[in-house]
């Protein structure tokens, strides 16, 4: 897929709901499917239990079963928008690249992938600083670090993995972690409430 099959980009206020509201969803089955039974069975670590320096690579938390679902997920809710495009709302329409369903499902699962890939960064250096898994970082100025790059990381790799696949307004880069940072603190907390995470933020 090239950008060329899109030569316009889409309003970026539009297109940062809508690419907010899909990871959302997705957001939404990620989280059943974290709660439920089935997934358990894939609770493995994507790092093996390897380690660096006698620390682990990105921790325990870091499971093949977190992968399984939010993207596949993503690329649903990029192919329904894509099939149902001229059933929306016109604001949002606008919001939705004019692209085929099957086109628009890879870039889905393409953006829900690099979502998910991008916290394994920060995982590193936080497993390399002492920062356990789930817990909050030692420190006013490593805290604030994790706070900000905890809240962005995912949004800004969904976003370069758009901007690689689409042509993507230049206002998206700004809009898009404004409302991630809200829907990270919403899923956060609802895992929280879930027992899937120890702390809310």
């Known amino acids: ?11 970026a206020l539009a297109c940062a709901v809508f690419v907010s509201l899909a990871l959302a969803l997705a957001g939404v089955a990620h989280v059943a499917w974290l709660r439920s039974a089935w997934s358990r069975r894939f609770a493995v670590p994507l790092d093996g239990a390897a380690t660096w320096r006698g620390r682990p690579l990105f ?3 870091k499971t093949w079963r977190g992968l399984m679902v939010l993207p596949p997920a993503a690329a649903l809710g990029f192919a329904g928008a894509a099939q ?7 604001w949002l329409a606008a919001g939705v690249w004019p692209l085929p369903a099957s086109h628009m499902a890879l870039a889905g699962l393409l953006c829900g992938l690099a979502f998910m890939l991008a916290e394994l960064p920060n995982s590193l250096l936080k497993r390399q600083l002492g920062v356990a898994p789930g ?7 490593l805290r604030l670090w994790c706070l900000v790059v905890d809240r962005v990381d995912s949004t800004l790799g969904a976003l370069i993995a758009l901007s ?8 998206a880069w700004l809009w898009v972690p404004l409302f991630g940072i809200s829907l990270h603190w ?16």
């Open 135 to 141: 817990q909050a970082a030692r420190g006013p100025l």
């Open 84 to 90: 149902f495009r001229e059933s929306l709302p016109d």
């Open 1 to 11: 897929m090239s950008a060329a099959l899109a030569p316009l980009a889409p309003p």
């Open 164 to 171: 690689l696949l689409l042509p993507l307004p230049a206002m």
């Open 186 to 201: 919403i899923f956060s907390y609802c895992m929280y409430l879930l027992k899937l995470k120890p702390r809310p933020s």
């Open 59 to 61: 921790g325990a938390n």
